[in-house]
């Protein structure tokens, strides 16, 4: 039986009895994970799937195989993308010897390295994000949501109005300015501008297929020969990070030098003393700098894109959220929106694979050493088990309603959940707010959108191409 519920559902539906008597104990026969279904399609085509057409790809894989299938996207490694609830919250709870995360971010180590918090696993990596919460919690959150308030109002003012244009661009450059906030707070390093320009520059390559190849791992002659092939963006996005290396260097060194302390990032890390008296290197301090310029932008930058997306394709929405903040009592339909947001179209639709390092069984089905598993969010957040009419954008599903932990999972979960995550809500409230107090935004695509690769994260085809028109406000909304 597919664990979905997919036999159960049909066997009803014809009029049938279900093939498995709910009444009695269920069987406690564990299946190995080699007896799961394996997707029948070349490998080249599964990546060009994922990385080009993943929703598609990703339904017709849960329709054929159920809850549980292995990709072959790599030689050699056992992918298993799982999306049964209680799968995805078993593997949360899992012990942190048994899975690890930071084996799984190859793909992205050219722009984090291998020492910043996203590689660390058990003792390592509980005491490192210890070490660095102070940076995205208490007063350093409350110092960063009055920027953010700000810089919504300056980058929307200065939205191009009235033409067609790709909102990612100017979004992911309003994330980028909020995590320098997060960095730097009021210590700006003298080579911020600089620095700003270049990461910008360095990330467009996220949008180049040649983002995926993990050529940081090759030998130097192919790495060499791939420069040379100007078109792919491999020599562009290794010069850019090589500045971007520069100007963080510069920072650090400014900031150790001037002894300054404070609640950003740099200023946590510059004070932590590790156990045995020792310091963090600036290695470790660049690659935690270079993690969050990833993660800490691209997928809220894919947010805000997801929520024109879908908020043109809703006028009702619009207009409900539109009184709210006229209204200016309560922000629960915007959380509503902003879950319903986040659910329907997760930045990230695979979140980082675990890799099992000691056998594990999990929803009846036993995983082996080498073994990774793929929580898939993207299914996870659409299936009917979990979100009635799960294809509907309904943010009343949210009212009154805190998503659970294992079946909303944009920010993944458990003890990897991702750091910045309050800091993500503040932005796109804060964004959404001025737009829809600001402007009227019309479609220039009148069909739905899916979703295209960048890389570490999915955004609408075209990057939600829009027109914002200066709002007209009504006599009645002026006077209130």
């Not at 919504?152 to 909102?167: F, I, L």
């Not at 000691?358 to 036993?366: Q, S």
Request: include cysteine; charged fraction near 25%; hydrophobic fraction near 40%.
């Amino acid at each position: 039986m597919d664990h979905s519920g997919n036999t159960h559902d049909a066997a009803v539906a014809s009029g049938g009895k279900c093939p498995i008597d709910h009444s009695a104990p269920a069987p406690q026969t564990v299946v190995p994970s080699t007896a799961l279904p394996v997707v029948e399609m070349p490998r080249m085509r599964q990546l060009l799937s994922i990385w080009a057409r993943p929703e598609p790809f990703l339904k017709s894989c849960r329709a054929k195989y159920g809850s549980r299938f292995r990709v072959t996207i790599i030689p050699g490694i056992r992918i298993h993308v799982i999306s049964a609830p209680e799968d995805v919250k078993q593997m949360f709870f899992a012990p942190r010897d048994v899975l690890h995360t930071g084996s799984s971010n190859g793909p992205i180590e050219k722009w984090t390295g291998q020492n910043g918090l996203a590689w660390l696993d058990e003792d390592a990596h509980t005491t490192r994000r210890r070490s660095v919460m102070p940076s995205f919690r208490g007063d350093a959150l409350k110092r960063v949501e009055q920027a953010v308030t700000q810089l919504a109002k300056e980058t929307v003012a200065s939205w191009p109005r009235n033409q067609v244009v790709s909102v990612h661009p100017h979004a992911h450059r309003y994330t980028t300015k909020v995590i320098l906030e997060v960095l730097f707070g009021e210590h700006r390093p003298s080579c911020e501008d600089e620095m700003f320009e270049e990461v910008m520059k360095m990330l467009d390559f996220n949008s180049r297929p040649a983002s995926m190849k993990m050529f940081h791992r090759m030998p130097p002659w192919r790495v060499k020969l791939l420069r040379l092939i100007r078109p792919n963006g491999v020599n562009e996005f290794l010069t850019r990070r090589e500045r971007v290396y520069r100007t963080l260097d510069t920072a650090i060194e400014e900031r150790a030098r001037s002894g300054a302390p404070g609640d950003d990032l740099l200023g946590v890390m510059l004070g932590i003393t590790n156990a045995d008296g020792s310091k963090p290197s600036r290695l470790e301090m660049r690659d935690e700098i270079m993690t969050q310029f990833l993660a800490g932008t691209e997928t809220t930058a894919s947010a805000i894109c997801w929520a024109l997306e879908f908020l043109t394709r809703h006028p009702h929405v619009v207009e409900r959220l539109r009184a709210e903040i006229e209204e200016g009592s309560s922000d629960e339909y915007l959380t509503a929106v902003v879950n319903e947001v986040l659910r329907l179209g997760p930045p990230i639709q695979q979140i980082v694979p675990r890799e099992v390092v000691k056998p594990i069984e999990i929803g009846g089905v036993r995983y082996e050493s080498g073994d990774r598993l793929w929580a898939s969010a993207y299914l996870l957040n659409r299936d009917e088990h979990n979100y009635p009419e799960p294809d509907e954008f309904r943010p009343e599903r949210f009212l009154g309603v805190k998503p659970a932990s294992h079946t909303w999972i944009p920010f993944g979960g458990g003890h990897t959940r991702c750091l910045g995550d309050r800091i993500a809500f503040v932005e796109l409230k804060a964004t959404l707010t001025e737009i829809l107090t600001t402007c009227d935004v019309e479609r220039a695509d009148a069909a739905a959108q899916l979703a295209h690769s960048r890389t570490v994260v999915n955004i609408p085809k075209g990057g939600a191409r829009m027109v914002f028109r200066p709002r007209k406000v009504t006599a009645v909304s002026a006077a209130g």
